[in-house]
């Protein structure tokens, strides 16, 4: 089974026939030194998790 990073870079790299382009995210350039496929952003699941994702969870208001 595909990771939840591999399934959105796997569809962006189908769509463009692999064409790549610069991408100055942190987290791309983290992954892969900074480039994305043309079509869509594969980092998508990973960009959106940081928002979601918290590091401590408390009841406090």
């Known amino acids: 089974m595909a990771s939840r990073?591999?399934?959105?870079?796997?569809?962006?790299?189908?769509m463009p026939g692999g064409n790549k382009q610069k991408?100055?995210?942190?987290?791309?350039?983290?992954?892969?030194?900074?480039?994305?496929y043309s079509y869509e952003n594969m980092f998508c699941v990973l960009l959106i998790s940081q928002y979601l994702l918290s590091e401590k969870f408390?009841?406090?208001i």
Not at 5 to 14: G, L, R, W
């Open 23 to 36: 991408y100055n995210n942190p987290i791309a350039i983290s992954k892969n030194s900074g480039w994305r």
């Open 5 to 14: 990073n591999e399934i959105p870079q796997n569809f962006a790299n189908d």
């Open 58 to 60: 408390d009841n406090a």
